[in-house]
Structures are given as C-alpha cells and as structure tokens.
C-alpha cells in the first residue's frame, strides 16, 4: 500500500554468508566489532562537565546522579549489549562491491525493509547515518530521554563515510538473528563473482550456482553486475533462476478458527467473500501458528479513504505480539488469485 524501501547488505561471498542466507538469518555486530573506531563515540568528559556546571547553579545532588548514571547506562549498553546491523542504499557503488564483497567476488543482498523489520522480534530503533565532522553534540535534553541519546551516539558517523549512504538497524542484543525470509527480495552477484565453482579463473569457495541452489523456492529475484559500456558505472542485469522450484519454501495450509473474523464493514462497501479470501491468505502464511482476528481497519480505512483488511496471526504459543498484515481489496484480489491450491 505504501513504496518500497529496499536496502542492501554486501557479503564477502564466504560459506558462512551462505548458510546465513539459507537460515534466514543477520549477524548484528556489537559496537567494537565494526570497521570504524570511532563507533559510537562522544565527549564524555565534556557532557560530565556540563552535568557538574549545572549542578552547581540549579540541579540537586540527587538528579545529577541520577544523569550521570542514565549516561553511564546508554554508554555501556550501546557499546556492550546492543547489536548494530548496517545497510546502504545503494547497490551499486563500486567502492562499497570492493571493500565489502571481496574485491567484487562476493554478493549482495536487496531486503524489502518493511518485510525486514516486520519479521524480526529484538529489533531497538532504525535509521539513516547522519554524517558529520565531528562528534556529536549531546546536551543536558538529551540525558532524560535515552531513545534521543542513543540515537545520537549510533547514528553519528565521521563524513569521511559519507559516500557509503548508511542505513542502520540497532537490536537489543548481538549475535544471529533470524528474520523472515521473504524480506529477501533479490540477490545481487558480483563483477567477479564465478558462475560456477568449476570456473578455476576466480579463488572462491560460494558460486553463483551455490547461491541459486541454498535459496530455491524463494521467489528470490537474481541480478549480474556488469560494467556499463565505455564508464565506469556499474549495471545490474537480470539473470535466469538456475533452480525454479514449484515447492515453495516453508510452505503449508494451517487450520483457522473462523469464529474470530469479524465481518462488520462499518459502512464500507466490502463483500464477505474478502474477508474470507483474506483467510485463506493468511492461514498459508509460512509464519503462521494461530489467528489473531480478521476484520475491517476503520482506522487505516479512514487514512486511505478506502477499505482495508486488517489480519494478525501469532507465531507461536507463546509469542504475545501478533503480527499485523493490512490489505487493500486490490491486495486481497492479487494475492488470492496467485493461490494455487484452493
């Protein structure tokens, strides 16, 4: 209903890129581990100070404590607790295909990032890096509101990175983190990057091929890079699925309790048949275990001046958050009409 945003992650093309794609999983790296070591750096001192100066004038010992220990805290989860997963913007910078995806032997993945971040559960907060010559400025506001103070220290970066065109996603923990899969829209293979493992021209141990094989079943969209003609700008040229499946991945029909869909079309002109077929979108989901509810958005109808389908669903027994999924009629329509196995 809304524009896509897609980002890119570029990998080096190793084994362990590929059995992270195939589990259908990140890596969030914590702060120490980036290639920059200025990562989440500020003038400590200098915020200490400026806490010290004020509570001489106005502030009571108790409340200047209390910031110096809420800065103390940011400082020490940014750096220690929280993961930190980088993405562009940009799939085709040259810069970037040769620093990160191994002299442009590697590959790079585009996510849907509304798929992306819909699909993961210790997500903290997102954004674009803001560039800057120096470090950022964090002021006495900044200490009462640790989501503002945060943001300032992992979203602040040296303009000498500036032509890498960031986009960052912070998690409330490092390590592997597993996302739904279909926020992997497409795979991008490098200049470099072998067709096969038995091309001896190139010294990889991940091929195009290999690549194609891990993601069947998918519906990944693959692309070649190539240099454009007479420039040195880069092109991306679609490229045959080596490995089209009919089985789609992580796919099966759930049972669904059909005492929790509401018809009620407040006034909406919306035939039962919607709700219905919404239903049977959603009980084929991959992540689905049980429904939520199924009923007209008044709230997103309003905002769209349209009818909208709302459907959650819980991924497990224990999962307390549902998943929300909005449809348009026109999404019901489209999605329903690719179903196969009605």
């Not at 400026?50 to 103390?72: C, G, M, R, V």
């Not at 006495?140 to 503002?148: E, I, K, P, T």
């Not at 300032?152 to 065109?165: D, L, N, P, Y």
């Not at 689905?288 to 008044?298: A, E, P, Q, R, V």
């Amino acid at each position: 209903m809304e524009r896509k945003l897609r980002l890119y992650k570029y990998r080096s093309g190793s084994t362990r890129d590929l059995q992270m794609i195939k589990d259908d999983q990140l890596y969030a790296s914590p702060s120490h581990k980036l290639n920059d070591p200025c990562e989440v750096l500020f003038e400590h001192e200098l915020v200490k100070n400026k806490i010290n100066d004020f509570a001489k004038l106005i502030t009571p010992p108790p409340i200047t404590e209390s910031l110096l220990h809420q800065l103390d805290i940011v400082c020490e989860s940014t750096k220690n607790k929280t993961g930190i997963y980088s993405l562009s913007k940009n799939n085709l910078d040259e810069l970037l295909w040769a620093y990160y995806a191994n002299s442009h032997k590697g590959f790079c993945i585009g996510y849907d990032l509304d798929k992306l971040k819909n699909g993961l559960n210790s997500i903290g907060h997102m954004g674009e890096i803001n560039y800057s010559n120096g470090f950022p400025s964090i002021e006495m506001c900044d200490l009462h509101n640790r989501v503002d103070l945060l943001n300032k220290m992992a979203f602040t970066k040296s303009k000498r990175w500036q032509h890498e065109g960031e986009f960052r996603i912070l998690f409330n923990k490092h390590g592997c983190i597993e996302y739904d899969y279909r926020a992997v829209e497409s795979i991008y293979f490098g200049l470099n990057m072998p067709e096969t493992l038995g091309d001896q021209q190139y010294n990889t141990l991940v091929s195009q091929d290999c690549v194609m094989k891990a993601m069947q079943g998918r519906g990944v969209n693959y692309y070649k890079i190539t240099l454009m003609k007479n420039s040195y700008e880069l092109d991306a040229v679609k490229v045959q699925d080596k490995y089209p499946s009919d089985q789609k991945y992580k796919y099966s029909i759930k049972e669904i309790d059909l005492t929790l869909i509401d018809y009620n079309t407040y006034g909406w002109d919306v035939p039962q048949r919607i709700f219905d077929k919404a239903a049977e979108i959603v009980r084929r989901d991959p992540y689905f275990k049980n429904l939520n509810s199924i009923h007209l958005s008044k709230e997103k109808s309003g905002e769209y001046e349209k009818p909208v389908i709302f459907a959650g669903y819980f991924k497990d027994e224990e999962c307390c958050e549902p998943v929300n999924l909005f449809f348009t009629i026109q999404d019901i329509e489209d999605r329903y009409s690719q179903i196969q196995d009605i």
